[in-house]
């Protein structure tokens, strides 16, 4: 126990007076008696605590492992903000992240409030803020309930994010904290695909003759069913994968467009290749130097803002297709035809694309939404580098890997993705990349 003298907080053994700094076993009192199993997680925890400091500034708050659990200068004004996010009236909310207390104690003053749930995102994080905080008044509300997260846990609205617990997020809370990262992210993500972004026009008017006259992607779809699909990313891993994508073939490849080159170098020709970026250099890194005769009998499917010069030079089938983002709804009026799902990253519309190909397996090689073993992509790849993420994701080992905030967002869509599509089974083939939920790791080739 934390509130045991033997068991404080090394650095805390002596702590400064007159300042009282050990309120745990209050604080405890109250949460055995609630919720005594997460009393016990959080007792548990207590036993290998994070690197910390208290921080005696304007306000006193805790420095845990490089992190601010709240400001230190007017935590008020923080969790004011932070309880906005709760529209007035609310009658119930959730609390990601119980930090000091400040956010779910501002929520509970408000007489609207029937329910609020306040959820752990690490319990060794929890066990600190117990010992050094007073947190009897909101922990003994009735309204209340104190959760820990789980990793199949989804968001629920309206919510409030206390932001230094979901940087500290252990490892089962990860998932959640990705979720609530990229819902936070949204209306962001949102404003760089606005129908009047000027680049992604002057893109879809120089595509609009390819567009035109080019079938939809259906007319791919409509015509082959295949056991097995295999989707290649571009990840670390892919090259992993060569022996069997080569020798034992268990079904046609598709390719996002960066994972073209690797593929073509070990001698894999995919049959479809997939690419909607809008950025200015894609065909350059992924097409340029490409032997393009080689590609003759295989498939591109774009998105009309991609590269003019990938539709020019592809010597084989092109297939639009686009996604109901804003900057293709005059698109989809002009050419009604259907979407292909996408959220950020082309490995969501080849997935989707694959779900078209097949009514019974998918294979992902590739798709690693890290950096295993510090490369970003596979060897061969234009962006291929050694990189070290600042955030991390779990491997199928359990096994923290680096990652960035958009790789773990477009992971958390394609589990969100795979999720509706019960009647397939997904199979991931790297189990040193990301795990991702709804996938069974692929042990032989169905």
């Not at 989804?154 to 932001?163: C, D, L, S, Y």
């Not at 170098?265 to 065909?283: F, K, L, N, R």
């Not at 979407?339 to 998918?362: M, Q």
Request: hydrophobic content about 40%; glycine content about 4%; overall charge negative.
């Amino acid at each position: 126990m934390v509130s045991s003298p033997d068991n404080k907080p090394e650095s805390m053994a002596n702590p400064p007076e007159p300042q009282r700094l050990d309120f745990m076993a209050e604080n405890f009192a109250i949460l055995s008696r609630r919720w005594p199993e997460l009393a016990r997680h959080i007792e548990k925890a207590a036993d290998n605590l994070p690197p910390f400091t208290l921080v005696e500034k304007t306000d006193r708050t805790l420095f845990i492992d490089g992190i601010h659990l709240a400001s230190a200068y007017n935590r008020q004004a923080e969790a004011q903000l932070q309880a906005s996010m709760v529209p007035d009236g609310s009658p119930c909310a959730h609390v990601y992240g119980m930090a000091i207390g400040d956010l779910p104690r501002i929520l509970l003053k408000r007489d609207s409030i029937r329910e609020l749930t306040v959820v752990v995102m690490n319990c060794a994080v929890a066990a600190l803020s117990l010992y050094f905080f007073d947190h009897r008044d909101w922990l003994d509300d009735p309204r209340l309930t104190l959760v820990a997260a789980a990793p199949t846990d989804r968001i629920k609205e309206p919510f409030a994010v206390a932001p230094g617990p979901l940087q500290l997020a252990c490892d089962q809370a990860s998932r959640l904290r990705d979720l609530v990262c990229l819902e936070l992210a949204t209306p962001f993500i949102r404003k760089r695909h606005r129908p009047d972004n000027p680049h992604l026009q002057k893109r879809l008017t120089e595509n609009s003759e390819f567009v035109a006259n080019d079938p939809s992607f259906t007319e791919l779809t409509a015509s082959s069913r295949y056991r097995t699909v295999v989707v290649a990313a571009a990840g670390p891993t892919l090259s992993d994968h060569y022996a069997w994508m080569k020798d034992h073939k268990p079904g046609p490849i598709i390719a996002v467009d960066a994972a073209l080159k690797p593929l073509l170098q070990a001698g894999i020709v995919p049959e479809v290749v997939v690419t909607i970026d809008g950025h200015a250099d894609v065909y350059d890194l992924f097409f340029a130097d490409v032997d393009l005769a080689l590609l003759r009998e295989s498939a591109l499917v774009y998105f009309p803002v991609v590269q003019n010069q990938t539709l020019q030079h592809w010597p084989g089938r092109r297939y639009a297709a686009w996604s109901k983002a804003p900057i293709f709804a005059d698109l989809t009026k002009r050419y009604p035809r259907s979407a292909l799902f996408s959220s950020g990253s082309v490995i969501h519309p080849a997935v989707d694309l694959a779900t078209r190909l097949t009514g019974e397996n998918i294979i992902l090689a590739g798709a690693d939404f890290g950096y295993p073993n510090g490369q970003s992509h596979v060897a061969g790849c234009a962006q291929a580098q050694p990189v070290q993420g600042s955030h991390w994701v779990l491997n199928s080992h359990g096994e923290r890997i680096s990652s960035i905030p958009n790789l773990r967002a477009y992971l958390r869509d394609l589990e969100g993705f795979i999720a509706g599509k019960n009647e397939l089974k997904f199979f991931n083939a790297s189990p040193e990349g990301a795990a991702i939920l709804h996938t069974e790791l692929l042990t032989e080739l169905p």
